[in-house]
């Protein structure tokens, strides 16, 4: 842990195991023994004063639910949203004419280095519904760290013929910058669903692959009109192999001071060689390469196999129209926008910035190259998580998410719906990753080995913890806090596990959102007496 100071923060009610059947529980599933009790322990981790650079800026922060899982905790209070049964998808309404500036998310104002004029042109078009591509060509994303020359000087020449478009363009690098602090700091609302004062908010909710990809999908064939060349492809950056675990070479200026994938707005510290830390908190690890590559592929394993067990737990908790924006709609945030995702965001940017441009703001992160690369591997991510083939691993089917929509300008300049039911098939989307090789990805050896019973000690053991029903609530989160929670059942067959996973809930968790907040969560940690368990120990927690 970087700090063992905690924020105002206090646990309001008393912590629960349940069942939940899959594949949708509205929480992430935590590996167990079979036990009577559960004994957890929750860790803070936050930066004194001088280290709040760190974290990355969002709205405030007061309804979700604990998303819980071995990287960390993020949460609120949940509030009351709408009935299922009178829910509707968001809808976007028209961008060029129901949007206003952003004024949401960005702590100083005064200090922000970009502007809050988000809103895109208004060039005279009506909203088309959108065809899927017909050309038979397959665009191929490529690791940016190990990209042929032809790729790296395409790249190049796109990105600096879209810098050389006039800024009120809708192609322009400023404009396509600015979609994603329309759509993230408060630019739109919900007027096409009947909410004209609740703000549209796609993170931290299952609208984030879907919406991302689709950002994603426009920008790539955008650059790729601009070169006049249908193949083009964009990089992504390719974080979790230990080969690309730096940032990539060609966004940098070492060579090239005019490069246009460079952005002056990034962390120095992290600049290379230093590699990435996919559990990025609040404070420096100070460790070794081989260490923080163990990590680093124990974090995605996390986000993509245990805290990724199901729909619900990888995709996000429902978001519909009605539900107030950022933390006061859905019931989780999926394992890998709460994990790796916005690790990155926060480790790359400028922790000399006053609201920590460009990456680490949602309503700066589009004005740095970077981020387009980042959310190419994030985007993969759902690829991979698919392609695991493991019960569970599907997309949403709730009409509510199926028929959430969204509008961009397309290659063509004209303003388009999109729907995620039809971003859900990559190929209909004529683009894929290449991947440099066919054997097991590396964090597919990264599965926590079981910890030895020897490491164990008396003085740990779970007749040492207070009972849930011992405590007196509510408890100021000041220090590590273990407790032990019955479980609802024991020896559970292996159709019945099948059924239905096992999930603690803590809820009830109050703190300042303007802070940012990291919380461990162990379950059934029995480390010896003086040693201190981190998210990235080799051992399992089980």
């Known amino acids: ?311 619900k737990s990888f995709f996000g908790g429902e978001y519909v129209a009605g539900d107030a924006p950022v933390a006061n709609g859905a019931k989780s945030v999926g394992s890998v926008e709460a994990g790796c995702h916005i690790a990155i965001h926060r480790w790359v940017g400028d922790s000399t910035q006053a609201n920590f441009e460009d990456m680490g703001n949602l309503y700066s992160s589009g004005y740095d190259p970077l981020f387009y690369a980042h959310h190419s591997n994030v985007d993969r991510m759902w690829t991979l998580w698919k392609a695991l083939g493991i019960q569970g691993h599907t997309e949403p089917t709730d009409p509510d998410w199926l028929n959430a929509s969204y509008v961009f300008y397309d290659e063509n300049e004209d303003l388009v719906r999109v729907y995620n039911k039809d971003c859900i098939k990559m190929d209909k989307l004529k683009y894929s990753y290449h991947e440099e090789s066919k054997s097991v990805f590396p964090w597919r050896k990264s599965r926590p080995t079981k910890r030895s019973k020897n490491a164990q000690t008396e003085s740990n053991s779970i007749k040492d913890v207070k009972r849930v029903e011992e405590l007196k609530f509510p408890v100021t989160l000041d220090g590590i806090l273990k407790i032990s929670v019955k479980r609802p059942a024991v020896n559970r067959s292996d159709e019945e596990k099948a059924k239905a996973n096992e999930v603690l809930l803590i809820n009830g968790i109050k703190f300042d959102g303007e802070k940012f907040v990291k919380f461990d969560v162990f379950v059934n940690d029995k480390l010896k007496e003086g040693e201190v368990t981190t998210p990235c120990i080799k051992d399992d927690v089980d």
């Not at 060579?255 to 590699?275: C, Q, T």
Request: neutral net charge; contains cysteine.
């Open 1 to 311: 842990m970087s700090s063992s100071i905690c924020p105002p923060a206090t646990l309001t009610s008393k912590p629960t195991t349940t069942f939940i059947t899959t594949p949708f529980t509205s929480y992430l599933p935590i590996k167990t023994r079979t036990s009577q009790t559960h004994g957890f322990k929750v860790a803070c981790n936050i930066s004194p004063s001088d280290h709040d650079h760190n974290k990355l800026i969002l709205p405030s922060i007061d309804r979700r639910n604990l998303l819980v899982g071995l990287g960390g905790l993020y949460t609120a209070t949940n509030l009351t949203s709408f009935s299922a049964a009178l829910a509707d998808p968001i809808t976007t309404p028209d961008i060029t004419s129901s949007c206003k500036e952003a004024d949401s998310g960005i702590k100083d104002l005064e200090k922000a280095v970009r502007t809050r004029q988000c809103c895109p042109p208004n060039i005279k078009k009506t909203i088309k519904p959108f065809v899927f591509p017909n050309e038979k060509t397959v665009r191929v994303r490529w690791p940016a760290h190990n990209g042929s020359t032809e790729q790296v000087q395409k790249y190049k020449k796109a990105i600096q013929a879209m810098r050389d478009l006039p800024d009120d363009h809708p192609h322009s690098f400023i404009q396509q910058a600015k979609i994603h602090c329309a759509y993230c700091n408060g630019g739109y609302t919900q007027v096409d669903n009947g909410f004209p004062d609740i703000e549209i908010q796609i993170h931290n909710s299952w609208l984030f692959f879907p919406y991302h990809r689709w950002y994603l999908y426009f920008y790539e064939r955008i650059l790729g009109k601009l070169i006049n060349d249908p193949t083009f492809a964009l990089p992504y950056w390719n974080w979790d192999n230990p080969a690309g675990m730096m940032i990539p070479e060609i966004f940098l200026d070492r060579k090239d001071e005019s490069n246009p994938l460079f952005d002056v707005y990034r962390d120095a510290r992290h600049l290379p060689p230093k590699l990435v830390d996919l559990d990025f908190g609040t404070g420096e690890r100070n460790t070794t390469n081989e260490i923080q590559i163990a990590c680093n592929l124990s974090t995605v394993y996390r986000d993509l196999v245990r805290n990724g067990a199901d729909t």
